[in-house]
Structure formats: C-alpha cells, structure tokens
C-alpha cells in the first residue's frame, strides 16, 4: 500500500513539473507573441509616416537634381557640368543661378562682383566676338552718338556707356573690352590714355583705357546740365552742357574733379571746340557762342555768331528756320565747319576779331556732326553726317587772297547708309583718308574717302560685322 502511495506521489509530482514546464514555455510564447504585437501593432503607423517621409525626400531631391533655373527665367533640364554631367548639390542660389559654376567661369566671387557692375556685355549680334566681357550686362548694340580713333581703337559713345574696338584690321573691327555707364554716352575726347565722356544727365566721367581690354571709370562729376559735348585741354575739360551752357571742369584729379565755371550760351549747347585761347560751343539756335578762355577759371563771353546772317545770299540766305548749331571742326585758313541742323553745313570766319558766316551748302536732311580732311592745295574735304541722309563730302575751296578770297563750296560725293548717321571723325595723321561714322543703331562704319568717278566715299569695314 505505501508503495501504491509512493508511486501514485511520484507520478504526480511529474505530471505537475510537466505542467510547470509547459506553463513557463506557454508563457515564454505568449510574451514573444505580445512583443510581436507590440511591434506589428503599436508601430506600425510610425513605420508607415517613416516611409512617406523617404519617400518625398526622394523625389523632392530627383526633382531638384535635374531642375535648373537661368538668369532669364526659362527651365531647362539636363547638367552644366561638363557634357551632361549631374550638377553638385547646394550649387543654387536663392535667386536660382549657378553659382559655384558662376564663379568657376569668371573667377573668384570678388573679382566678379567688381566685374559684372562695370563691364559691357558681349551681345549676340558679335557672335563669338566677346573680348573679354562679361555677358551678364545689357547689350550695348544700341545706338552709337559719337565716335573718336588713335588709329589702332576706336571708342564709342553709346546709349549705355562706352565700347573699346580693334581697329588695326580695317575690314574686320573688333570689340575688345567696354565699360557699362548708368546713362547714355553722347560725346567723348581722348587724351593721353583717358577718355572723358559727356554722359547727359550724370556729367562727366573720367575712364582709364590704358588697359584697353579692361577700361575702368576713375572719375565723375555732376554738372548742372546735361553734359552733350567735352573738349580737353591741358588740365581742364570744357563741357558742352546742354541747357546751362559751357561748363569748365578741373581735372588735375579725376578722382576729384571740381567745376571752376559755368556760362550761359544763350543757347542749349551741343557741342564744344578749343583753339589757342578761344572756346566755340554750338548753342543751337542761337548760333555758335565764342568764348575767351585764357583764364579757365574766368572765361567770357565775346560773342554769338547767328547762323542765318550770311552774306552768301543763294546758297545759305532764308534758312533760318530749324537751323541750329550742332557739331563744329576746324578747317584751314581760319575756317569754323558746322553742322547746321536743317540748314546743312555753315562755314564761319572765325580769323578775325569779329567771327562771321562766309558761306555753306544746304544738304538734304538734318547735320548732326562734321569732321575734315585737308587735300592738297587750299581745298578742304568736309564730312558732314547728315541723319537719315547719310554722310555727304563737300569741298570747300578760298578763292582769292588768303582770308579775304571768296569761300566756294561744292557737293563731292554723298553716301546713303542703313541708319540714321550721329557723328563722324576723320583720322588726319596717318589716316589715308579714312573716316569713322557713328552709325546710330548699327554701330560703326569705317569709310574711305579716296574713291573716284560717281562713288568717292566707300564703306571699308563695320562693326558689328553680323549686321
């Protein structure tokens, strides 16, 4: 019977350790499975925001990788490093432009900033002609008001500042740097490395052009006016300036110039010519304004030359109408060419005290400038850029006694061009004949004066060659 007891005690204290072990492993399971279905419970909404999360990251990044903004505004897709290659990322700026690769074609940031605010822009109508500017500026193909040559450049005056060329190749000009100015350039001087620019409304600058490629402004200063025309001489600049007449400006120091005096020319002033002691400014309707400058700092005012008096009654008499001083040269034997506005070419006296009109030659449109060239003999060749007309060559002859000969002007030859014609320079040493037009809105032209028969003026070579 204790045995059966002993037996029967033993069997149940397995069974119940066989329950304990099946207790603790049922246990063991149903913790693991709590855990699962913590995991696949609790953090599933988390694992799905996750996964959203990543997945607009990528595709927020895709889209920005081949995105590419440029200065004007248009999208196009594709990489700028290289032929095709991906862009570097945090290459774009707020404003959407390329700048690492920016600085990469133009150098380091400062250099570029200096760059972008006073270079030209290379335009299109040059084609690959970029000379060393910068393509970020406007496009100064605009319109060109005056035009000056050493006989290797040639500087213009533009609607949006000045532009530096290589003319050394006649029939291939070529733009080599420029400089972008806030108004319009409308007359400029070249002296000793300097050009000094009539800029309307902001005065006269100073612009260093030794370094051609790279000219930079040293100096400005506001006139009164708004500056038209600039003559230098020695260590003063006589300014044409519009509505306040003829203004004197100290240029010992370009970095600060001082105006030193300012006349009235009784007339909106053009343009400004120096000979000796004696300032000649083409005031417009009033006539040509003579002032005595031999003390700069004191100029006055001796006389005003009317247009419309002259004494050769058939050629210029009863054109006073719309006949206005423009551009002035000087001539030979004492002679003052102008451009007379309607009243084409007027030629002054100007040899003796009292300065009168001698002669002149109605044109067809409306003079704007005038430059010469002087033949042999006592001839003079007189360019007269005539608007819309085109450039006409006139002779003018003094027959008789030297000074006191009869004047005697004769139409040589003209030449009808694209555009209207603002100016034109003739190169006198060295310059076989040649003259340089301000060609309005299609740059410049280079024209030989030598030609022969029915056409002796001839277009040698322009700028922009494209057009």
């Known amino acids: 019977m204790q045995s059966e007891i002993f037996v029967q005690a033993e069997n149940d204290f397995e069974s119940s350790t066989e329950r304990i072990d099946v207790n603790n492993q049922m246990g063991q399971v149903r913790a693991v499975v709590r855990r699962k279905r913590g995991i696949l419970g609790r953090s599933l909404p988390a694992t799905m925001l996750h996964a959203m999360v990543l997945f607009s990251i990528l595709v927020f990044g895709f889209f920005f990788s081949t995105r590419e903004v440029v200065a004007d505004g248009r999208k196009r897709s594709g990489a700028r490093t290289g032929e095709g290659g991906i862009r570097p990322a945090g290459t774009l700026s707020k404003n959407g432009k390329d700048e690492k690769n920016e600085k990469t074609r133009t150098g380091t940031g400062k250099r570029r900033k200096k760059r972008k605010r006073k270079q030209l822009s290379g335009g299109e109508a040059s084609g690959s002609d970029t000379g060393g500017i910068t393509k970020r500026a406007p496009s100064l193909e605009q319109r060109t008001y005056d035009v000056r040559t050493d006989g290797k450049r040639a500087y213009l005056a533009t609607t949006s500042g000045l532009i530096v060329l290589d003319v050394t190749k006649i029939q291939e000009p070529k733009r080599v740097g420029g400089l972008m100015l806030p108004d319009s350039g409308n007359g400029l001087s070249l002296r000793r490395g300097r ?133 002035l040269v000087f001539g030979r034997g004492g002679l003052l060419y102008v451009a007379a506005g309607s009243g084409g070419l007027v030629i002054v006296d100007i040899s003796s005290a009292a300065p009168r009109v001698v002669g002149g030659l109605k044109l067809a449109d409306f003079a704007r400038g005038v430059t010469v060239l002087n033949e042999r003999g006592k001839k003079d060749n007189v360019l007269v850029a005539d608007g819309q007309a085109g450039v006409f060559s006139v002779s003018v002859e ?50 030989d004066t030598k030609g022969r028969g029915k056409q002796p003026l001839n277009i040698l070579g322009r700028w922009p060659q494209s057009k």
């Open 195 to 327: 050009v000094y620019l009539a800029q309307g409304n902001y005065g006269l600058v100073a612009v260093d052009v030794k370094r051609h490629k790279w000219p930079r402004e040293i100096g400005r200063i506001k006139t009164k006016g708004a500056a038209q025309g600039v003559a230098v001489v020695r260590n003063y600049a006589f300014v044409a300036d519009g509505g306040s007449g003829l203004a004197v400006v100290d240029i010992r120091k370009p970095s600060d110039m001082k105006t030193v005096a300012r006349l009235s020319t009784k007339g909106y002033a053009w343009d400004v010519v120096t000979k000796k002691n004696r300032a000649y400014v083409a005031a417009g309707s009033s006539g040509v304004a003579v002032f005595d400058v031999s003390r700069p700092k004191t100029p006055r005012l001796l006389s005003v030359v009317k247009l419309d008096a002259g004494e050769e009654k058939g050629t210029i008499g009863g054109r006073g109408i719309g006949l206005q001083a423009r551009g």
């Open 398 to 447: 003094r027959k008789g006694r030297r000074k006191k000969g009869k004047i005697i002007s004769r139409l040589k030859g003209k030449l009808k061009t694209k555009m209207a014609v603002n100016n034109v320079f003739a190169l006198k040493k060295g310059g076989k004949g040649l003259v340089f037009v301000a060609h309005d809105s299609d740059g410049m032209l280079i024209i």
